[in-house]
């Protein structure tokens, strides 16, 4: 009986140094909680860097914009270099070394790298970029810069139009970080075209380093794939003119200036080929190189139209002193009233500086983009030096046809 006791006693014995043994190699529930901890976090970490390293901010939409080990997906020209070890974090970097010229001729030229980019439906953009002088400063800002441009075509060939630019300041000895915000695309742009450049007047042969350029869709908006352009509220009969008192029988009313003395009206007698009267747009420089200013605009609501033209009637007044002329051209708007993103219509007419007789103006087979709701017809009038030009308007039009 007494060996009995004994054995189930050392059985007893034996359970409890197990149980002790089990509960002290047993992890915490702390240790678990961090175990658990650390495998969400390494799964997340694997999953986001599988879409995107930096999931909470937008994807840089360029490619190579460090320069990392290249200038790969870069289009490069003459004076274009990559440095190894002259970036902000001593790694790669671009640098543009474009040979000086004398600033002898009117032409501007320049030595860049471009990117283009599809933008696939973002209605914003910002744009980023470091930059620093190795040594010497050109003689102004503007000789280094990245310039935006806006294409209708995929891959940045069909319709341009410049969008904005980014400026580093003359400083020395220091990486700058500059940056661009609410760059808004031109009216149906569906590519993006960054280019960085240094021109070739001014630069004092100072070398440009640029890193870390950064392009980043900052608003995105839904292409509706079945947008039309106009609204059947503001149609016209072809042929019907949409632009108000374009024949100016007593005033110059409806038509917008950016200064008041650029625009009068005049009544002509019949010999001189208008009705009642004209627009006078007067270009006034009193300094000795061109000039030019927009001098006349009227925006008008769009209907359904496929096509349209727009004109005018003009004529070099006699009292003009100096050569001049212009460009009478048209530019699309998303909304009504000429509001919202725009395009500028590729096709112009420009007025004939040697005729001094009425001459017409005449631009056809214009088609509004998708979404185009407005037009604006302006006109830039230009001087080529000092003194005064008047040019005489009638029978302005924009219809459809």
Known sequence: MDRKKQNLGLIVLLILVLAIAFYLQRPSDDTAKQNVTSNISNTSSTSASTQNPNYNEPLNLLKNGNFEDSLNSWNQQAGIFWSANSGKNKLGALLINAPQLEDKSKFIYAKSASQCVRINGGSSFAVKANFRYLDTLPDRASVNRIHV??????????????????????????????????????????????????????????????????LLETRYKKVDENLTAGNPQFDKPLGENYLLNATFNTNIEQWQSSRLPYLQWRPLPLSDNAKNGVMASTLENKRTSSMNEYVFKQCVNIGTNERYEFGAKVKIASESNQRGGGRLRATWYENENCKGRYRAVPKHIDVNEETKNWQTLHVNELTPPKGANSVNISFLHSIDGQGKHVLLWDDLFFRGH
């Open 149 to 214: 441009y806006w294409y209708d075509g995929l891959n940045c060939k069909r319709g341009g139009q410049y969008g904005d630019y980014l400026e580093p300041k003359l400083e020395k000895d220091r990486w700058q970080a500059i940056q661009k915000h609410n760059l808004i695309p031109s009216l149906g742009a569906n590519s993006v075209l960054i280019k960085i450049e240094q021109s070739q007047r001014g630069n004092n042969n100072s070398v440009a380093i640029w890193d870390n350029v950064v």
